[in-house]
């Protein structure tokens, strides 16, 4: 069984908390006693349906506490695949919330309502997942049953957004009617809508492609730990403990080691218990070298002939999460790969305008939910990717110094050798 | 040759991967063990980041004094076999010294004091990480925690102020005196759990499997029979066959009526849960405090 990310992303009112509702109930993750519970709320409150985005709350009572601020995730499993969503709710923090989320996503699910067609808010969520690389995108247009299940009104909203969506860094990109309250194309198909002949949302997050979205193809291993048993059984063992990036690492493979610059041969990779004949993303795996080599917490195996670049200078599009805003010359502890640094912010380019796509140049600072784009010089090296080609290696994160929050999410555009 | 992981193996390997970022960006942690399932998994999980050492950090078990023999049994053996070191921070300790007040009645629990025995050892030990076997499946507002989850020097959480983690970049950075509590099942669900338990022949307690006990029925729940509970007028013992779903203070650890007797009978009757177990914790109010005290039990927190 495989494993599929994807965040959800709208607002209040636009039936995602429904959506949500209704693929946990058809998929039989809601217990009985909670869809009583849920429909007598429901008749008690005068609705004349029953609510299930009251099957997602504790949400309602932590609303009351001021937290629905915040990602929630939420498992449900087919026999196809198991999936981990991540709601990220929408008004405040929006930039952070659907970042966060989007940073491990396969795929993005965006809700706009069939009446009042694609907003701001729904350009601004595909903005992020395709600024995030996240490289399936669909577009649910819901409460289609307010609009008559019109097959027209639903050409117009996707011919407007994939209009927009062409502008964009998104490799798939697809279109379903819905009503997520009567469920309509969910799960089953609907009778309402005999015009559309595509998948249901569930049909189409169980088979979308997401094989190939991984890298595959550049080896690179951050080293996390080195585990050094010196015991009895494993006197000499020495293995560098860390997670697949990308690529594929086997026995006898050449590798280059960074920031060293040495070049020696994989031993062997084992797994608990024994070696493996492969290790491939995500696996956490501990690989043994042919010499012995000063390696350590923060160094990187790649290939002699295809390494990632070694550099202090960074440019990257930043996500910023702090009320304290963004300036040049200030100073951020970096965490990347498994290497720790700190980074003055030597420029900031520009301001990106999410609704437009305009670039705002001349902004004295990056203010909480902005985007911008940045160049900055590290204390020591970074082994960097482009993140359109790595989300691993080409993805970092700003920290506070002074308060040790997490106030920006990096995703590297280009890097400067030297 | 295949280069995609299952959901599970998916699931293991960001695990292992959050241990190994612990152990190397931490000082001292410690991983909560209680003997339940949750715990058997993670202490597994560690074992394999590890490998071929040692678990490079202790264990703690915050022992209320009303625990089943077989859990006991199964800590201690687990600790042994592999070499690690067991702490056991007692909530007895605590009432004697006057830090914690015992409750009173037929229906005491010692379940509520073991924060104030937690907190304790975590400032008695200086740990600056804490592992945890907590899910967010298992309770909404569990649902928003972090993986790294922030407490001040006071051991709290505060859920409007939580880090943003992005990728597989954790941020643990901390002052003397906080704390970050690590939860390296996150993601993880209950059928996820005794799926594992299943395809990597995890041992557990035989408490997880059906077998015959004398218990009675008090709030919808089927409590053991035992030293550490008073039974009350009314409430007639009866010899069934049951198994427990979470294990911890015997007090207050409800069984289930089950004939599941090995681990693929028992992800059968998990699956099909939805079914079956509905009625016996019929008050929706039930559901969610049973949620909590199980949280509670399981992860301490």
Not at chain 1, 250 to 257: A, F, H, I, K, T
Not at chain 1, 364 to 393: C, H, K, Q, W
Not at chain 2, 83 to 92: E, M, T, Y
Not at chain 2, 278 to 289: L, N, V, W, Y
Request: net charge negative; hydrophobic share 40%; aromatic share 8%.
């Amino acid at each position: 069984m495989e494993l599929l990310r994807f965040a959800t992303a709208g607002s209040v009112d636009d039936g995602k908390s429904t959506l949500i509702g209704r693929m946990l109930l058809e998929t039989k993750q809601i217990f009985e006693d909670q869809l009583e519970a849920v429909e007598r709320t429901s008749r008690d409150k005068g609705f004349d349906y029953t609510n299930l985005a009251l099957l997602t709350d504790g949400l309602r009572a932590e609303r009351e506490q001021g937290i629905t601020i915040d990602v929630a995730y939420r498992y449900f499993a087919t026999p196809r695949r198991k999936f981990i969503i991540a709601d990220t709710p929408g008004h405040i923090q929006y930039t952070r919330n659907m970042v966060t989320g989007a940073s491990t996503a396969d795929l993005a699910l965006v809700l706009v309502d069939a009446r009042k067609g694609v907003l701001e808010q729904s350009k601004r969520h595909a903005v992020i997942a395709s600024l995030l690389q996240v490289r399936h995108l669909v577009l649910c247009v819901n409460k289609m049953d307010l609009v008559e299940f019109d097959e027209a009104r639903f050409d117009e909203i996707c011919e407007e957004f994939s209009d927009f969506a062409a502008k964009l860094d998104i490799d798939d990109l697809a279109f379903i009617p819905v009503s997520a309250l009567l469920g309509d194309n969910v799960v089953t198909h609907s009778p309402n809508t005999p015009w559309y002949e595509g998948p249901t949302l569930l049909h189409h997050l169980e088979h979308v492609y997401i094989g190939s979205d991984r890298n595959l193809i550049d080896a690179r291993f951050p080293v996390q730990y080195v585990v050094r048993p010196m015991s009895h059984d494993h006197h000499d063992y020495r293995g560098y403990a860390g997670q697949v990036a990308s690529g594929i690492f086997r026995p006898g493979d050449e590798v280059l080691v960074l920031p060293s610059g040495f070049t020696t041969t994989i031993a062997g990779i084992d797994e608990h218990g024994g070696p493996v004949e492969q290790a491939y993303p995500p696996m956490s795996v501990n690989i043994r070298l042919a010499e012995e080599l000063d390696v350590s917490r923060g160094d990187m195996f790649a290939r002699p002939n295809n390494a990632p670049t070694v550099t202090q200078d960074v440019d990257a599009m930043i996500c910023w999460f702090s009320e304290r805003p963004l300036q040049a010359g200030q100073i951020y502890g970096v965490k990347h790969t498994t290497r720790t640094a700190r980074a003055r912010i030597q420029e900031l380019n520009y301001r990106l305008d999410v609704n437009s796509l305009h670039r705002e140049d001349d902004q004295p600072a990056l203010a909480m939910n902005d985007i911008g784009r940045i160049s900055m010089r590290t204390t020591v090296p970074l082994f960097v990717d482009e993140y359109r080609r790595n989300r691993i290696t080409g993805s970092f994160i700003l920290i506070d110094e002074g308060t040790f929050e997490t106030v920006g999410a990096g995703m590297i555009l280009a890097a400067s050798a030297g | 040759m295949t280069t995609q992981l299952s959901h599970l193996k998916a699931l293991e390997s960001e695990s292992i991967h959050i241990f190994r970022e612990v152990a190397a960006e931490f000082e001292k942690p410690v991983l909560l063990f209680s003997g339940g399932k949750d715990s058997a998994v993670m202490l597994r999980l560690a074992e394999k980041a590890f490998w071929p050492a040692k678990i490079p950090f202790p264990v703690m078990h915050i022992d209320t004094g009303q625990n089943f023999d077989e859990a006991l049994d199964y800590r201690d053996r687990r600790v042994a076999e592999l070499g690690i070191k067991l702490i056991v921070a007692s909530v007895q300790d605590s009432i004697d010294s006057g830090r914690a007040i015992e409750e009173t009645g037929p229906k005491a629990s010692r379940n509520r004091l073991q924060t104030v025995t937690l907190l304790d050892a975590i400032t008695d030990n200086g740990f600056d990480a804490v592992f945890g076997g907590g899910r967010r499946d298992e309770e909404k507002a569990r649902a928003k925690e972090r993986v790294y989850s922030f407490r001040d020097e006071f051991g709290q959480w505060d859920p409007k102020n939580q880090r943003p983690e992005l990728w597989n970049l954790y941020n643990g950075r901390h002052r003397k005196g906080e704390h970050i509590r690590i939860f390296p099942l996150s993601n993880w669900t209950e059928l996820d759990v005794w799926q594992y338990v299943a395809d990597d022949e995890v041992e557990l307690p035989s408490l997880y499997y059906a077998h015959r006990r004398e218990v009675f029925r008090r709030d919808g729940m089927l409590l053991a029979v035992s030293p550490h509970v008073t039974v009350m007028e009314g409430e007639e013992p009866e010899e069934m066959m049951v198994r427990f779903r979470t294990v911890g203070d015997a007090s207050c650890t409800g069984a289930v009526a089950s004939s599941a007797t090995t681990v693929e009978q028992v992800i059968l009757e998990v699956a099909a849960s939805r079914l079956t177990e509905r009625g016996e914790t019929r008050a929706d109010d039930r559901i969610s405090e049973a949620g909590m005290e199980d949280r509670k039990r399981e992860g301490y927190f």
